[in-house]
């Protein structure tokens, strides 16, 4: 296996660098005038049946996404729910404490590992993942924007709904663009493989290919894609349930639809781990378009995160500790696994 360029591992860590930065200023941004007692009493008066049922939807959620991963996978071979959840809950462990959602390699080098499946098609049925959950999104805050606009702006919250109205279009086009070049490797198999049949990516190219070809011609692609509205829809939950534990005044189902469409938009962009920072920033920002006073929305947002994070840390580190393995060793291995020059190895992984 040949090395990186040290151009290339210079460029990465500079990402990495200002990514983490970048994080930093916004997390800044998002506590600077907090009155840290305010939040302390805030905490003491939570109503914790609220935050129980907001830990657990927030659990849930990701046993149903590791359903659909494995309804997604079966037409290549049948996976265990179980297997899809327990590499899930491993790459959430991974994006709470590595840099840019280095999870979402890691789960599929994991499913890659254990399903035999090659991680082609792992990265790949991810894609297909992010690409319905991107559809449901962007429609989501379109809706949401519609609904946002019935309440009193001001000239700068009218500025950053245009500024995320123009990133969410732009989003969408890369979500087409993604969804067509899949859509021509699972439905036009012959015309996809004639074309990649001369490169040296032919041994891979031509399981990848045959692989998606079954994924595309398969009903459980359809299956999959009905199972992500429910995936979605929980995940307005814990957000409800934490405004109702926070004790907020005249809370909506449809306030806290709009906030999870923008957090979950939001968790698109590399960032420091565990999102902190950009959620905080997002959070906030959809809180105050609802009326709520800027420095009650920061302290919200700090709870809001701890209660849909630490769930996750620690189902997650238990699914890390239940595979035998350890995080530095993972994430070096997937590293070099998508560093690979040898891509017929790469197909057999």
Known sequence: MSPSPPKSKRASHIFTVVTLVVSVACLAWAVHGVSWTELWEEIRELDWRWVAVGAIADLLVYVVQGWRWSLLLLPVTPVSSWASVGAIYVGLFANEVLPLRAGEVIRCFLMARWSKIPISVTLASALIERIFDGALLIAGLFISLRYVRHFPLSHGQARAIGIITTGSIFLAVI?????????????????????????PLSSWAHVFIEDLHRIGHSRFLYFSAAVSVPYLLIQIVP??????AYGFDGV????????????????VVPQAPGNVGLFQVLSTLGLTLFGVPGAMARRFTLILWAVVTVPLLIAGFIALVASGA?????????QAEMRSRRPGELAKS
Do not use: N
């Not at 957000?239 to 109702?244: G, L």
């Not at 909506?252 to 968790?267: I, K, P």
């Not at 350890?326 to 997937?334: I, Q």
């Open 175 to 199: 979500l087409i663009i993604c969804a067509a070049l899949l859509a021509v490797a699972m439905y036009w198999r012959e015309q996809a493989l004639d074309a990649l049949l001369d490169t």
């Open 326 to 334: 350890k995080m530095g060793d993972l994430h070096r291995e997937a």
């Open 239 to 244: 957000i409800y349930a934490v405004m109702q």
């Open 252 to 267: 909506s189902w449809a306030q806290a639809g709009a906030l999870m469409v923008l957090l979950r938009l939001g968790s």
